[in-house]
């Protein structure tokens, strides 16, 4: 026999589409996004203070453009700082969650999430997606045009500002991965040439006698370095 509780939690399991949202596209993930991202921002001008010259290296010794490329992260950092307030002090419309769902933005976000009123939590949906967005617009269609419109206008607003950011982020990662993979090879470069170097030397005894395996794989290396790695 299937206890109150039981009944409860499954009552409840079968209307999680009826307060759906979607995975990735939700005010709540939108506001979580922006914080990483302000704190992935932090931590890339931490690490320009206390390593600028690799970054200057990396950029082939171009302060200029070192320093406008730290200004990038830091102003980066000052609008998703600024967006987040406006998320908190602007009018968001009520609809806003469902307003992702009823227009299908699901498949391009991770998929629908639907609240569990037993559980306390939101998990995913499958089979009753179309159910999740067909509850979304029932609710829509209750406002007035004029209310769609504003909420619709405000919403894609939100969603603008948020995608422009996240845009300007993935840019400037893609190219800070760059950068640090440059020279993390530099630095292996660097390190590896240290200790051919001291086994030539001691193979050679001081280099005394300019042959032997050690310095011959001195000379194969320094043959075969970029010219890039050449710093002037």
């Known amino acids: 026999m299937i206890g109150a509780e039981e009944t409860k939690r499954k009552k409840a399991s079968q209307l999680r589409y009826k307060k759906p949202i979607v995975n990735n596209l939700n005010l709540e993930s939108i506001r979580e996004e922006l914080w990483d991202i302000q ?50 002090e602007e009018w968001i419309p009520d ?23 037993y559980e306390q939590d939101y998990f995913g949906l499958s089979c009753t997606e179309a159910w999740a967005e067909d509850e979304s617009k029932k609710v829509l269609k209750r406002m007035t045009k004029d209310e769609l419109i504003a909420a619709a206008r405000q919403c894609f607003r939100v969603y603008q500002s948020f995608m422009s950011l996240r845009h300007r982020y993935d840019c400037l990662k893609a190219s800070m991965d760059i950068l640090r993979d440059q020279n993390t090879g530099y630095l292996q470069m660097v390190k590896q040439i240290e200790d051919v170097y001291e086994r030539a030397e001691k193979d050679s005894l001081g280099f005394r006698y300019l042959f032997g395996k050690e310095v011959d794989e001195l000379d194969r290396i320094l043959e075969n370095m970029p010219q890039e790695a050449w710093i002037q």
């Open 95 to 117: 609809c806003f969650d469902r307003f992702f769902v009823a227009v299908g933005a699901g498949e391009d976000f991770g998929g629908l999430l639907g609240y569990d009123t």
């Open 39 to 88: 704190g992935e921002c932090e931590n890339v001008q931490w690490y320009f203070d206390t390593d600028e010259d690799t970054l200057i290296n990396a950029l082939d010794g171009d302060e200029d453009e070192a320093y406008e490329f730290k200004m990038m992260f830091a102003d980066l950092c000052a609008e998703c700082d600024r967006m987040r307030d406006d998320l908190d």
